[in-house]
């Protein structure tokens, strides 16, 4: 315990997500997928004052397309934190966005085995 007029000193640097997030809510997981692709929109400039976060994702950003996953990783937050501080950098014009590409389409199975026979035929 502490005395009276005494401050307790933490010395963590775990930062609560409420806190990055001002207590906003989260958005929606169809709109930044885990696989969506991101990075920084050309000729854009940071924002005036960025927390410690958004200048790491301006950082991480700036190389070319990362995933919505992958930034988090590297920023070690929660997966919904980093989807809410980059669709405020979406909203403000400085984040470009690709959405994941659609699943492969599945082939006929009789084309494949012809393929198949073909490359066996050419290289034995």
């Known amino acids: 315990m502490t005395a009276p007029g005494e401050e307790q000193q933490v010395s963590s640097g ?3 997500s409420y806190v990055i997030t001002g207590g906003r ?3 929606d997981a169809e709109d930044l997928s885990l696989v969506t692709l991101v990075t920084l929109a ?5 924002p005036p004052n960025p927390s410690p976060e958004v200048k790491a994702i301006w950082e991480l950003c700036s ?3 990362l995933s919505v996953a992958e930034v988090a990783g590297h920023l070690g937050l929660p997966v919904g934190v980093a989807r809410l501080l980059l669709q405020d950098l979406h909203q403000q014009g400085n984040l470009l966005r690709r959405k994941a590409p659609p699943p492969a389409q ?3 199975r009789k084309i494949l085995e012809e393929v198949l ?3 066996q035929v050419r290289f034995g």
Do not use: A, C
């Open 14 to 16: 775990f930062v609560r």
């Open 25 to 27: 809510g989260l958005p």
């Open 42 to 46: 050309p000729e854009s400039q940071p």
């Open 63 to 65: 190389g070319g397309y």
């Open 106 to 108: 599945l082939v006929d």
């Open 117 to 119: 026979h073909g490359l």
